[in-house]
Structures are given as C-alpha cells and as structure tokens.
C-alpha cells in the first residue's frame, strides 16, 4: 500500500560524506513524522533522527553535530546528511514514516528495505 524507496548508502572511508534519501508514496494522505533507524550486526535498533511535521527535530547524540536530517514535504522525501563520518556509524539504515495513508484511517508505520552504510578506518 505504501512504498519507502530508500537511495545513497554505501562505502566511505572514515571522514566522509554520504547522503541518504526515502521518497515516500505521494498518495498518503498525511504523514505525522519521517525519520531514520539504523542495526548493527548483533545490534538493536537505533533512532538516528526524525523529523516530526510538527514539532522538535530528534537526534541520536553520537550524531547530533555530525548528522542532518531535512523533508520535502511536497515530495514525501526525507533525508540523512552524514558528515564526518566514522567506522561506528556502520549499519544498515532503515527509514521510518508514520502516518494515515487515508483521512479516515488509523495512525500506522511504514517502514523501508534498509540500506547498507560501511565506514571504513
């Protein structure tokens, strides 16, 4: 019903860049925050960063001054602009959208495939 299309993962080497891009479904009728996740292997699931439609933006502190997070809403896009980037930061990243998909419908949460980020030393 909704699709998360994730783009910009890859491998950089400690000190890089990379950016991370999710288009979601134009056709959600409203979207109350977008944001990303990123797993480690033998890891939990962390919150990166999510941008709410309203409200305060979030940040995981180990990222606070390294990362930002910014939205088109006219787009449904959300992205990750990763700085300084260190070998820790190595995980698949997930992006998150929550919202109702029609006027009438109930809160729900969307979630895309991952993409893969390796930081090398």
């Known amino acids: 019903q909704v699709q998360l299309v994730e783009s910009g993962g890859g491998l950089v080497q400690a000190g890089g860049s990379l950016r991370l891009s999710c288009a979601a479904s134009?056709?959600?009728?409203?979207?109350?925050?977008m944001g990303w996740y990123r797993q480690a292997p033998g890891k939990q699931r962390d919150l990166v960063a999510k941008?709410?439609?309203?409200?305060?933006?979030v940040y995981l502190d180990s990222v606070k001054d390294r990362f930002t997070i910014s939205r088109d809403s006219a787009k449904n896009t959300v992205c990750l602009q990763m700085n300084s980037l260190k070998p820790e930061d190595t995980a698949v990243y997930y992006c998150?959208?929550?919202?109702?998909?029609?006027?009438?419908?109930?809160?729900?949460?969307?979630w895309g495939q991952g993409t893969r980020v390796t930081v090398s030393s």
């Open positions: 134009r056709s959600i009728f409203s979207i109350t925050d």
């Open positions: 941008i709410p439609s309203r409200g305060r933006i």
């Open positions: 998150n959208v929550n919202g109702r998909y029609r006027w009438n419908s109930d809160s729900e949460t969307w």
